[in-house]
């Protein structure tokens, strides 16, 4: 039949499965939402801001696995998604970006709006495309799917001058693509199973590739056999239950002190689906020495890059585990884990509970719907949130963690919600929530069942922290002095307000909270007022060993 | 810091535009440089090839080659120094040349198996082909005459024997 490109751009969507698209309308793409208007058929979320819409279609993927879709108009509808869009990037999140752009006959007259967001988006996407042509239009969307969701995941932007919407050409329906990852072979896997055989003391290191690859259970399966502990970074949290014997919590800059003993006495490190990050891995000639370095990942390029291993196998995790689960032989480690319960103990010892930050958080997580998902900001409450919110599943944990990106989490818990029907929690700061607060509007349009916990402390928290550490407390520009009223902001958008200003108030503020949440579909904030002197610790000073780990703050 | 020194890779990259853009920016976002870059259409007008002179380390060659690889637009790649291979770069040098020292450079041109393609009253134009470092000897040579100006080729590379770029093994997801 003979459609026109939007058209054919919509039914191609359809073909892949998409239900729920994040956007903001402009000129260049009204042929796009003209066509979503007659078809009918996929939920559109328009949002207050298209930053807000790529971080949604981020959020969405995360707790689906699915590919998350966003449109933004030409210029600086498209240059507003571009945050989104390395943020996506720098996590591995499968997103599709659709942008419109003016006519041919317009391209390259710096016209209204125009912007080279091909150009622009070149180091932030797996793939880009300009479409030119309504004749390659399906099959670029086709392909930007399959891109997306293969290998390495990833965001793939596509860029559809005007004109090409409305050219009429043949459409023929086609099914998705699926790719299947190749098989791991038993020999490919020799000198790894002898590694971990031989190994006394191993721990593994669990990253985002385990979530991606959907490989929990096998993890699980794999880490018990060989009676293993595991730590996982920011982007595995959720790979494991956190109340498991063989759970050590985060790993990283702020993670335990039982992973970070327990990595500093381990002979042998396996590194499943992660890159070792400047933030895990802190000085990456010496994290790994003199131990046996077990790397397995999907991306060819993060062999070798950060940290040398002994042993790699460059491959999808979940084919990997199922060949090597087999193959290992069982083992039980009592006197390893003796030692790494001593390492527990102490953790448990030090962890400063006194700050209403942990209050707050870890009642939340008790509290909380089972099955909610958290999401994150960036900062001090996305480390409290990751050491205090216990996220036992897999697909329940959004945060930006490669780009670090402020103002990620409305967006992000807004998508999130969509995507798993289920309640967000979003753990922000009032630095990070002033970035992109507009979207507290959006969650009202759509009824999203949020609960913001909002950590005012009146500062940039995390700045002001490194500030007390390596710059004597010259606290320049962390000091945010805003007199804004957060209860009357939430209220004045049509969303819940309540507030939470003493230790007392945090176990019935949060039971309304939720309750309210859940009860209306609707977003709750609460302002929860802490100190500006809580800190994140423990803390590892970037570039430093693990032996340096900080229990107590240090002042410069 | 080990001790760099001069790689070829060679790729076969999609032919159309953009895609010199998406490669050089992995190489300028990790500051590293390129000494030569060749880039032309093959027998397969859909393809082109890319022959990059890398100089640097076998960390930076080793990153390089897995970051281009994930491009989508890199079809096949691949490190010639693991390889026998005919290097050949191809110069346009014009040298001043008054009529009373032209001979010289005649003779230093046959040497060097050089051709002279233009000559005016006092200067010439000499096409040079070999391995990068004869035309770098035929650069040294021709200095003192005064070099108006020259263009290389950059380096272009085929392996010895049947070896082909195409024919090498790629990773990757299968299609069902």
């Known amino acids: 039949m003979k459609l026109n490109g939007a058209e054919i751009l919509i039914n191609c969507l359809l073909e892949q499965g998409v ?124 392909e930007a799917f399959k891109i997306a969701s293969s290998g390495r995941k990833g965001p793939v932007l596509i860029d559809i001058l005007k004109n090409v919407q409305t050219e009429q050409c043949e459409y023929e329906p086609a099914k998705p693509v699926k790719t299947v ?24 290191m669990a ?41 050590l919590g985060m790993i990283g800059m702020h993670g335990t002190l039982a992973a970070a003993r327990t990595l500093i006495a381990a002979d ?37 890059k950060n940290v040398t291993s002994t042993l790699h196998v460059m491959a999808d995790l979940n084919e990997t585990l199922k060949t090597l689960i087999p193959l290992v032989k069982p083992a039980e480690r009592k006197t390893w884990f ?37 999401v994150t900001d960036v900062g001090q409450h996305q480390m409290w949130a990751a050491q205090y919110y216990a996220v036992n599943a897999p697909r329940s944990f959004c945060s930006s963690g490669g780009l670090g990106t402020m103002g990620y989490g409305m967006g992000a818990a807004i998508g999130a919600a969509f995507g798993s029907g289920r309640l967000s929690v979003l753990v922000t700061g009032d630095g990070c929530f002033g970035m992109n607060m507009n979207e507290l509007m959006t969650a009202v349009s759509q009824g999203v069942p949020l609960v913001i916990l909002l950590m005012d402390n009146g500062v940039l928290g995390m700045v002001r922290q490194w500030q007390k550490i390596f710059y004597s407390r010259r606290f320049s520009q962390t000091n945010l002095n805003r007199k804004i009223n957060y209860v009357a902001y939430a209220e004045s958008v049509g969303a819940k307000g309540l507030m939470i200003d003493s230790a007392e108030k945090v176990e019935p503020v949060l039971k309304e909270a939720f309750a309210y949440a859940t009860q209306n579909a609707a977003p709750v904030l609460v302002d929860c007022r802490i100190s500006c002197d809580e800190n994140v610790l423990p803390m590892i000073k970037p570039g430093m060993t693990y032996d340096t780990q900080l229990e107590k703050m240090e002042e410069n | 810091m080990a001790e760099f020194k001069k790689y070829t890779i060679g ?98 041109k046959d040497i060097y198996k050089a051709k002279v393609v233009d000559l005016s009253i006092d200067t010439m134009i000499l096409e040079i082909t070999g391995d990068p470092e004869k035309l770098d000897a035929f650069v040294r040579v021709l200095e003192p005459y005064g070099i108006l100006e020259m263009q290389r080729t950059g380096v272009t590379v085929l392996a010895r024997g049947k070896h082909t770029l195409k024919d090498r093994d790629c990773y990757g997801d299968e299609e069902i």
């Open chain 1, 268 to 304: 042998t490190v396996i590194a499943l689906g992660t890159r070792f990050s400047d933030r895990v891995a802190l000085n990456r000639d010496k994290f790994a020495k003199d131990k046996t370095v077990i790397h397995i990942d999907i991306d060819n390029a993060e062999i070798n």
């Open chain 1, 181 to 204: 990852h190749r098989k791991v072979e038993p020999a490919e896997l020799t000198k790894v199973v002898e590694a971990i055989s031989a190994s006394k003391k191993p721990i593994i």
């Open chain 2, 11 to 108: 790729a076969l990259v999609s032919n159309k535009s953009g895609v010199l853009t998406r490669i050089s920016g992995l190489f300028a976002r990790r500051g590293y440089n390129i000494d030569s870059l060749c880039v032309c259409a093959t027998e397969d007008p859909n393809i082109s090839r890319m022959t990059i002179i890398l100089v640097g380390d076998e960390y930076m060659l080793y990153q390089m080659i897995r970051q281009m690889d994930k491009l989508e637009d890199v079809k096949k790649i691949g490190c010639a120094n693991e390889l026998d291979c005919v290097y050949r770069d191809l110069m346009l040098v014009k040298v001043s040349a008054a009529p009373e020292i032209r001979n010289q450079i005649v003779e230093i």
């Open chain 1, 207 to 247: 990253g985002g590739g385990i979530i991606s690859s959907e490989s929990s259970a096998l993890l699980h399966e794999f880490a018990k056999k060989i009676d293993c502990p595991v730590a996982y970074t920011l982007m595995g949290k959720g790979c494991i239950p956190e109340d498991d014997k063989l759970c």
């Open chain 1, 338 to 374: 003796l030692e790494i319960n001593s390492y527990r103990k102490i953790g448990e010892e030090k962890k400063d509970t006194s700050i209403l930050a942990y209050k707050i958080i870890s009642t939340a997580s008790r509290l909380a719907p089972e099955n909610s998902t958290l």
């Open chain 1, 19 to 142: 239900d729920t698209v994040f956007g903001y309308p402009g000129g260049t793409v009204l042929d796009i939402y003209d066509a979503l208007y007659r078809n009918g058929k996929i939920n559109h979320v328009l949002t207050a801001h298209e930053q807000g819409a790529a971080h949604a279609a981020d959020g969405y993927a995360r707790v689906t696995g699915k590919v998350g879709v966003c449109f933004a108009t030409s210029g600086p509808g498209a240059t507003n998604l571009v945050t989104g869009i390395a943020t996506a990037y720098m996590d591995s999140v499968p997103m599709v970006a659709i942008t419109g752009n003016v006519g041919a006959a317009m391209l390259g007259r710096d016209s209204f709006q125009e912007v080279d967001i091909c150009g622009i988006t070149i180091p932030v996407t797996k793939h880009n495309y300009i479409v030119k042509d309504v004749r390659e239009l399906a099959a670029t969307v086709r």
